[in-house]
């Protein structure tokens, strides 16, 4: 009897993971910034934020639907550029810490060269899988190149489902883990104030 249980489990667990996966996903990426206090002297550094993508795979994608044999099958798209959702990301930190994000002042640069979610099956459950990876650069006004950094954030996740959704939340924990990793940088905030 406990046999057919676990087997009965284990079934709806890879059912779950193959629901709708031969159809395309397009979801949002949402992101929340730190509740990090705001950092002495911010109010009065301005800086401007771009983004660009050096991604040498998977640009038109942030990861795909697997069925429950771990094939991969229709894509999951993000409803916005990826370089848009880091800028933001980014932005919004800034904005926490105090900073005021103009179009002078330093400028902020991240160049993203990975950001993907990969789903695995598992007896039970699944696990996605979110890698994030930026170089971001500080350029002082006069365009001179004051910091430079790689910084990566992982995050995964036990699901039941391989599907945008869990993609998106995977991924901006990836996200959060790599900008906590560029904010609480001393040579990241002495160059902003450069």
């Known amino acids: 009897m406990k046999a057919n ?3 009965g489990l284990a079934l709806a667990g890879l059912m779950g993971l193959t629901a709708c996966a031969t159809s395309e996903d397009i ?10 206090p705001a950092t002495p002297g911010a109010q009065n550094i301005h800086v401007t934020v771009t983004s660009s993508d050096a991604r040498t795979e998977n640009r038109a994608r942030i990861g795909a639907q697997i069925n429950g044999y771990g094939m991969e099958m229709a894509a999951i798209r993000s409803q ?3 370089t848009e959702i880091v800028r933001d990301a980014i932005a919004a930190e800034l904005r926490q ?10 400028r902020v640069n991240a160049e993203v060269t990975t950001f993907y979610n990969d789903f695995s099956t598992g007896l039970l ?13 500080v350029t002082d006004k006069s365009g001179v190149e004051v910091y430079r950094r790689a910084i990566t954030g992982e995050a995964e996740r036990t699901v039941q489902l391989a599907n945008g959704g869990n993609a998106a939340t995977t991924l901006s924990q990836a996200l959060s883990k790599a900008l906590e990793q560029l904010m609480s940088d001393p040579a990241f905030v002495a160059a902003l104030a450069r």
């Not at 979801?27 to 990090?36: G, K, Q, R």
């Not at 810490?97 to 330093?106: D, F, L, M, P, W």
Request: net charge neutral.
């Open 5 to 7: 249980v676990l087997v």
């Open 125 to 137: 459950a699944g696990k996605s899988k979110a890698d994030v990876a930026l170089t971001v650069t």
């Open 27 to 36: 979801v949002p990426v949402p992101y929340t910034a730190s509740s990090a």
């Open 80 to 82: 916005v550029e990826v």
């Open 97 to 106: 810490r105090g900073y005021q994000v103009s179009e002078t002042g330093a």
